[in-house]
């Protein structure tokens, strides 16, 4: 009969100790659920540094040519075509699209690409959902904006490995895109800096779908659940992301060392500053969830060892002092995925288009 009570309290204290903590996580969620529910401006302030400029969490905005895109229609269809057109590239093979795939949150969910005959290039190639919120361009932030990004692939001999005269050369023999430019510009005339800003101009029209936390955010205080909210919470404060990841799209548009740079010395290659090395841009964790694997170099292929990298990151002198070890335990950083899984969104139906000839 002792051995009986025994093993019954063995058995019956865990599963107190786990009805417990189950009411504390409900009523916890409650709490936040209440806050949350009110403006954003009522929101408890995150946890940030002092020397952080950093903009409230917000729903997810239109393109920044939302309201010109019946004046640019010809534009964007000339540019669509050239983003998914191979014959930009000396292979005839690849294009844009190729590593950007509209399929895949316009990824290519590869450790990094591959390019012309089979070369690897050196970096992830990071979505292009909502590229036009950065202020630089590429890991290093090499390129100014969508347009003079768009030189550096075309050109990479490890990309599509072009030249822009042949390129240029390439589409005028094309009946279909000279049509397509003087529909787009008034006149056939076709040179690298229209066919680029025509593929910046189609760039500039992709944008995320709207995700549970932006419903969220619209008024359905059910759309994120408990375990969403306490991430959404921890977010803000202990996990100390709003110090990089805030704004509308959760990003500071800055780089930062976050100790994962290797050899590669990042935003140095185009500043020559001793005090770049090591930086890389900060990335929107909008679709963060779909956009994998992670990192410049693409090295962590699961977002938990993304969340453990930065849980506890090996310090050392170079690293962002915005970079701290977090003591985020099991439950915290299951809650802390469950937020990044209520910030991605699925991907936009997409219709490719038919190539000139």
Known sequence: MKKLLVISSLIFVPLLLVSFITRE??????RLRKIYSQHPSQWPAPFVDDNVKWTELGLIPPSPIENQKDSLQNIIALGKALFFDPRLSSSGKISCATCHDPAL??????????????????????TILNSWVYHKLFWDGRARDLQD???????????????????IRTIRKIKGYREFFEKAFGKNEINPDRMTEAIAV??????????????FLEGNKKALSNSEL???????????CMNCH??????????????????????????????DSGKFKTPSLREVMHTGPWLHDGSLKHIEAVIERLNEPAMNSQISHLIRPLHLNKNEKKDLISFL?????????????????
Not at 111 to 122: D, F, L, V, W
Not at 149 to 167: C, K, L, T, Y
Not at 230 to 240: D, E, I, Q, W
Not at 349 to 357: A, I, T
């Open 25 to 30: 996580s409900a009523s916890q969620a409650n």
């Open 341 to 357: 899984i209520a910030i991605s969104a699925p991907a936009p139906h997409f219709e490719k288009p038919v190539l000139p000839q």
């Open 105 to 126: 949150h316009w990824t290519d969910k590869k450790e990094k690409s591959i390019g012309h005959e089979g070369a690897t290039t050196q970096r992830n190639a990071p």
């Open 149 to 167: 990004q768009a030189f550096g692939p075309i050109e990479s001999e490890s990309e599509m490995n072009s030249e822009m005269p042949d390129v």
């Open 202 to 215: 189609f760039e500039n029209t992709i944008v995320s779908n709207k995700s549970k936390f932006d419903r």
């Open 230 to 240: 306490r991430g959404l919470h921890l977010f803000r404060t202990k996990a100390r």
């Open 246 to 275: 805030h704004g509308a799209l959760m990003t500071d548009n800055q780089f930062h060392n976050i100790g994962t740079a290797g050899a590669d010395v990042g935003l140095y290659k185009v500043t020559h500053a001793d005090a």
